[in-house]
C-alpha cells in the first residue's frame, strides 16, 4: 500500500509477534478494547525505571527535578496534540473514565441543582452513563437521552428537542466504541452552546484514530486513555478550559492539589491543574504516554485514519458476504470498528472458537448495553482496527470466521 509500509510498523510492535494455539500468528482485531505497545514506549518506561524514579513537584535533587520535567514536558505534550490553548487546561487522570467522572463530580457539585438536566446519548459506553446515574442518586440532577437512529447515528432532531431551561451539560461521546458511528462533535458543541450548556466529550474511541482539535471542536471538556493510544494502562488526561477548570472545586484531596492546609483557617487549593490531581500521578506511564504521542506523531493521524478506514473499507466488503452475517451499525462517518451478529450463532460462541484459530476479537456488551438493546441485542462480535493490522490478517480474519460459523452451525 502506497501509504504506509505496515511491515515496519508491526516490527516495533513485539507482542505481534506471539504465537498462539497450534503456533498460529496472533491476530490482533481488539484494538478498541486496548492498542499494543511500540518497543520505544517500553523503553521509555524502563528508563524512566532505570534512571530517573523520584516523586514530583517536591524534592528539589536532581531526580526530582528530572521527574518532574519529564511529567510536565508529557502534560505540553498532550495539550500540543489536542491543541489546547494552555497545558494547564490539561489534567491526568487514571484514563477516560476517571476523567469523566471527574467532570461529572465537580460539574454537578457546582454547577447544577436538583432538577437540572444533563443529557447524554443513548450510544454511551457505560462511562458515561453510570456517573450521571450515580449523581442522579445523590443531587437530583436529571438525566436525558438522545436517541440512536436504525443507522447507528445520533438522531439530531431529538437532540435539540431534549434541551429546556434547565439543560446544563451534554455529555457526548465522539465515536462509539459498540458502533464505530464518529459523531458530529462541533455540531452538537454549537447548539449546546447556543442553549447555554457545556459539554464534555468522550474521546476514547476518537483520539487513537483522527487528529483532534479541542479549540475547532469547540468543546468544554474532553476524556481519552493513553492504553488506547499506544501507550500504557493507568494513565489517560482530561482536557477543560481553563476558566471551567479554575471555577470549579477539586474533587479529590490530598497532597500535590493544596496551596495551604490548616485546621483553624481552612484550605486552600493549587491552581490548575494540579488542583486536579490528588497524589502520587502515575509518573512512568506519563512518560510512556508522551512516548506514544510521538510514535503516533511519527506516522500522522491523518496516514493512521486513511489505513484504518481501508482496512475497514476491506472487511465491510468481506464481512458483507457472508450468509446470515449483520453488521451493526451503519454510520455515514465511521470509525475503524465492525460489531457485527451472525443468525445460528451466538457471539460468545464465535469468539471463543475463532481465538482458537489465533484471531482476538471483542464478544459481548462492550460496557454499551443501552445501544445494543437498541438493537435488540445483548451481545456483539466485534473487530476493531489499528496501524499494524493489515490487509493479509482481515483475510484470516474473515476466512477464520467462515470457518467458525460452519462449525457451530453444525
Ligand atoms: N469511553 C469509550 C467510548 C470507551 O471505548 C472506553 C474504553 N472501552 C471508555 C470510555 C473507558 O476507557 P477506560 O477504560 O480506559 O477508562
Same mark, same amino acid.
Given at each position: 500500500?502506497?501509504?504506509?509500509?505496515?511491515?515496519?510498523?508491526?516490527?516495533?510492535?513485539?507482542?505481534?509477534?506471539?504465537?498462539?494455539?497450534?503456533?498460529?500468528?496472533?491476530?490482533?482485531?481488539?484494538?478498541?478494547?486496548?492498542?499494543?505497545?511500540?518497543?520505544?514506549?517500553?523503553?521509555?518506561?524502563?528508563?524512566?525505571?532505570?534512571?530517573?524514579?523520584? $516523586?514530583?513537584?517536591?524534592? &528539589?535533587?536532581?531526580? =526530582? /527535578?528530572? +521527574?518532574?520535567? #519529564?511529567? *510536565?514536558?508529557?502534560?505540553?505534550? %498532550?495539550?500540543?496534540?489536542?491543541?489546547?490553548?494552555?497545558?494547564?487546561?490539561?489534567?491526568?487522570?487514571?484514563?477516560?473514565?476517571?476523567?469523566?467522572?471527574?467532570?461529572?463530580?465537580?460539574?454537578?457539585?457546582?454547577?447544577?441543582?436538583?432538577?437540572?438536566?444533563?443529557?447524554?446519548?443513548?450510544?454511551?459506553?457505560?462511562?458515561?452513563?453510570?456517573?450521571?446515574?450515580?449523581?442522579?442518586?445523590?443531587?437530583?440532577?436529571?438525566?436525558?437521552?438522545?436517541?440512536?437512529?436504525?443507522?447507528?447515528?445520533?438522531?439530531?432532531?431529538?437532540?435539540?428537542?431534549?434541551?429546556?431551561?434547565?439543560?446544563?451539560?451534554?455529555?457526548?461521546?465522539?465515536?462509539? $466504541?459498540?458502533?464505530?458511528? &464518529?459523531?458530529?462533535? =462541533? /455540531?452538537? +458543541?454549537?447548539? #449546546?452552546? *447556543?442553549?447555554?450548556?457545556?459539554? %464534555?466529550?468522550?474521546?476514547?474511541?476518537?483520539?487513537?484514530?483522527?487528529?483532534?482539535?479541542?479549540?475547532?471542536?469547540?468543546?468544554?471538556?474532553?476524556?481519552?486513555?493513553?492504553?488506547?493510544?499506544?501507550?500504557?494502562?493507568?494513565?489517560?488526561?482530561?482536557?477543560?478550559?481553563?476558566?471551567?477548570?479554575?471555577?470549579?472545586?477539586?474533587?479529590?484531596?490530598?497532597?500535590?492539589?493544596?496551596?495551604?492546609?490548616?485546621?483553624?483557617?481552612?484550605?486552600?487549593?493549587?491552581?490548575?491543574?494540579?488542583?486536579?490531581?490528588?497524589?502520587?500521578?502515575?509518573?512512568?506511564?506519563?512518560?510512556?504516554?508522551?512516548?506514544?504521542?510521538?510514535?503516533?506523531?511519527?506516522?500522522?493521524?491523518?496516514? &493512521?485514519?486513511?489505513?484504518?478506514?481501508?482496512?475497514?473499507?476491506?472487511?465491510?466488503?468481506?464481512?458483507?458476504?457472508?450468509?446470515?452475517?449483520?453488521?451493526?451499525?451503519?454510520?455515514?462517518?465511521?470509525?475503524?470498528?465492525?460489531?457485527?451478529?451472525?443468525?445460528?450463532?451466538?457471539?460468545?460462541?464465535?469468539?471463543?472458537?475463532?481465538?482458537?484459530?489465533?484471531?482476538?476479537?471483542?464478544?459481548?456488551?462492550?460496557?454499551?448495553?443501552?445501544?445494543?438493546?437498541?438493537?435488540?441485542?445483548?451481545?456483539?462480535?466485534?473487530?476493531?482496527?489499528?496501524?499494524?493490522?493489515?490487509?493479509?490478517?482481515?483475510?484470516?480474519?474473515?476466512?477464520?470466521?467462515?470457518?467458525?460459523?460452519?462449525?457451530?452451525?453444525?
Amino acid at each position: 500500500h502506497p501509504i504506509l509500509d505496515v511491515d515496519h510498523v508491526r516490527q516495533e510492535f513485539p507482542i505481534l509477534g506471539r504465537r498462539l494455539h497450534d503456533n498460529r500468528p496472533l491476530v490482533y482485531l481488539d484494538n478498541a478494547a486496548t492498542t499494543q505497545t511500540p518497543q520505544t514506549v517500553l523503553d521509555a518506561m524502563d528508563d524512566y525505571y532505570h534512571r530517573m524514579n523520584a $516523586n514530583i513537584h517536591r524534592g &528539589i535533587h536532581s531526580l =526530582a /527535578e528530572e +521527574a518532574t520535567q #519529564a511529567f *510536565e514536558n508529557a502534560r505540553k505534550h %498532550v495539550q500540543r496534540f489536542l491543541n489546547a490553548a494552555d497545558s494547564r487546561e490539561i489534567v491526568f487522570t487514571r484514563g477516560a473514565t476517571e476523567s469523566l467522572n471527574l467532570v461529572a463530580n465537580v460539574f454537578v457539585r457546582s454547577e447544577m441543582r436538583p432538577g437540572d438536566e444533563v443529557i447524554v446519548s443513548e450510544m454511551e459506553h457505560h462511562a458515561n452513563i453510570v456517573p450521571w446515574q450515580l449523581l442522579a442518586d445523590t443531587h437530583g440532577i436529571v438525566i436525558r437521552v438522545i436517541p440512536v437512529t436504525e443507522q447507528g447515528e445520533l438522531d439530531m432532531a431529538a437532540y435539540r428537542a431534549l434541551f429546556s431551561e434547565r439543560t446544563k451539560l451534554v455529555a457526548v461521546t465522539h465515536v462509539s $466504541n459498540a458502533l464505530g458511528t &464518529i459523531n458530529p462533535v =462541533a /455540531e452538537l +458543541a454549537r447548539i #449546546a452552546h *447556543e442553549r447555554g450548556a457545556a459539554i %464534555v466529550v468522550d474521546g476514547a474511541q476518537a483520539a487513537p484514530h483522527q487528529p483532534v482539535d479541542v479549540q475547532a471542536l469547540d468543546v468544554d471538556f474532553y476524556a481519552f486513555s493513553a492504553h488506547k493510544v499506544y501507550g500504557p494502562t493507568g494513565i489517560g488526561a482530561l482536557y477543560g478550559r481553563l476558566d471551567w477548570l479554575e471555577q470549579l472545586p477539586p474533587w479529590q484531596g490530598g497532597g500535590e492539589m493544596i496551596k495551604r492546609v490548616s485546621f483553624d483557617r481552612g484550605t486552600t487549593f493549587a491552581d490548575p491543574p494540579h488542583k486536579f490531581e490528588a497524589g502520587t500521578p502515575a509518573i512512568a506511564e506519563a512518560i510512556g504516554f508522551d512516548r506514544a504521542l510521538q510514535w503516533v506523531e511519527r506516522y500522522g493521524l491523518d496516514v &493512521i485514519s486513511d489505513w484504518e478506514q481501508h482496512l475497514l473499507l476491506n472487511a465491510t466488503e468481506q464481512l458483507q458476504t457472508i450468509d446470515g452475517l449483520r453488521i451493526i451499525g451503519n454510520a455515514e462517518h465511521k470509525a475503524g470498528v465492525i460489531s457485527f451478529v451472525v443468525d445460528g450463532a451466538h457471539a460468545q460462541d464465535i469468539g471463543l472458537l475463532i481465538d482458537q484459530l489465533g484471531v482476538a476479537i471483542r464478544t459481548g456488551h462492550h460496557c454499551a448495553q443501552p445501544v445494543l438493546r437498541r438493537f435488540g441485542l445483548e451481545a456483539t462480535c466485534r473487530a476493531s482496527f489499528a496501524l499494524y493490522n493489515t490487509p493479509a490478517e482481515i483475510d484470516t480474519f474473515v476466512s477464520a470466521l467462515r470457518r467458525v460459523i460452519d462449525m457451530v452451525r453444525g
